[in-house]
């Protein structure tokens, strides 16, 4: 049976009137609702996927740690709802939180527009100078390994030993280029860099944006922030941003590296720039490899799998989004050269005074 969302708020410190509940069915991990009330959208309440975040405790203390530096004019402010009995979650057929919503706001999955892409650059860019002095050791790790691809690339040898040969047949040429690029991207990710405490999931669709203005307000989905090196959220938000076609899209001549909306990207960042260390900034056009990389591997260990991490609206979703992650990949890699130019350029300035 269905947990009534109604029956889960009441147990918020909320104003008591009516309420409607919107499911939203944007994530593959957990479920999620929007709150409406008097035609206005006032909170989302979000059910945790306790078998993908098992320390939902840690998972609230980093949210309420980091949310109490994600303060400033640049950034619009997310307040986590309390319990009735002072907590951050609610416990009840799995663990909910409630946060404020920001009104007139909207994501968007893909775009064409450099505003858009400039303002992802400078809202992420704004996100890494607010979290700069936090104490990266208080954080838990919510997903320990997360972007670990040594400990993805185990997991993907084990599910092809055990995988069905229908899914093999169908993954031939997906396998072949994860185990060509492996080793390359094993070798990237196993250099020394500043920890920092990173969002780790920086898709174009965890940033927020004004209606009205096109202003990002702020990021959103806030689940795997944790420790993590400056690269993942910024290659994690190329891999959406430069590339304008849908995460699962199986027309692969829709799927582009565009060096205008990188540019802009970066444009963004660079006007929010943290201080990021030479070597941080020359781990950004890898990282824009990696990252999609990353996210195609784990989609073709999942199908391998029989699809038992994401939830999938159709059989091969999955290898869908692993070709089509594994070939914007590959067309990063091809703009590798380009990339270093234009980070070059725009970072020279925090280049020469290093
Ligand atoms: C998952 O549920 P959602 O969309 O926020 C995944 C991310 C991937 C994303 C792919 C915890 O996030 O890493 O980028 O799917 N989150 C987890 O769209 O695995
Ligand atoms: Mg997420």
Redesign the pocket.
């Known amino acids: 049976m269905k947990t009534n969302p109604e029956v889960i708020l009441s147990n918020f410190v909320v104003p008591a009137r009516p309420y409607t509940f919107q499911p939203i069915n944007?994530?593959?991990?957990?479920d999620t609702y929007l709150v409406i009330s008097n035609a206005k959208s006032v909170y989302i309440l979000q059910r945790i996927n306790h078998n993908?975040f098992t320390n939902i405790e840690g998972l609230m203390q980093n949210i309420d740690a980091a949310l109490s530096l994600l303060k400033s004019d640049a950034y619009n402010h997310i307040a986590l709802v309390k319990t009735k009995t002072d907590k951050t979650y609610h416990t009840e057929d799995g663990y909910w939180r409630l946060m404020s919503f920001i009104d007139e706001s909207t994501t968007y999955n893909t775009t064409t527009n450099s505003k858009i892409a400039f303002e992802a650059g400078k809202i992420v860019g704004e996100f890494h100078k607010l979290l700069s002095p936090a104490e990266t050791d208080t954080y838990t790790d919510t997903?320990p390994q997360f972007h670990d691809l040594r400990l993805r690339k185990d997991q993907f040898e084990e599910a092809l030993k055990n995988a069905n040969k229908t899914r093999l047949a169908t993954a031939t040429s997906a396998i072949q280029f994860a185990q060509g690029l492996l080793p390359k991207l094993i070798e990237f990710s196993s250099q020394d860099l500043p920890v920092r405490v990173c969002h780790n999931?920086t898709?174009l669709n965890?940033i927020l944006f004004s209606k009205s203005t096109e202003k990002a307000l702020c990021l959103i989905?806030l689940?795997?922030l944790m420790k993590g090196y400056f690269y993942y959220d910024f290659g994690?938000a190329v891999r959406t941003i430069a590339n304008t076609a849908d995460?699962d899209e199986r027309d692969l001549s829709k799927i582009t590296f565009n060096k205008n909306l990188f540019e802009a990207f970066v444009d963004g960042l660079k006007t929010n720039a943290t201080q990021l260390t030479k070597e941080e900034i020359a781990s950004l056009p890898l990282g824009a490899v990696f990252m999609p990389f990353i996210?195609g591997l784990r989609a073709l260990t999942d199908y391998l799998e029989n699809d038992k991490y994401?939830k999938t609206a159709y059989e091969n979703q999955n290898i869908d989004r692993c070709i089509s992650l594994f070939d914007f990949s590959n067309k990063a890699l091809k703009e590798e050269s380009f990339m270093q130019h234009v980070l070059a350029e725009k970072f020279s300035e925090t280049l020469q005074t290093l």
């Open positions: 944007n994530g593959l991990i957990n993908v997903i999931d898709k965890n989905d689940d795997t994690d995460e996210h994401y």
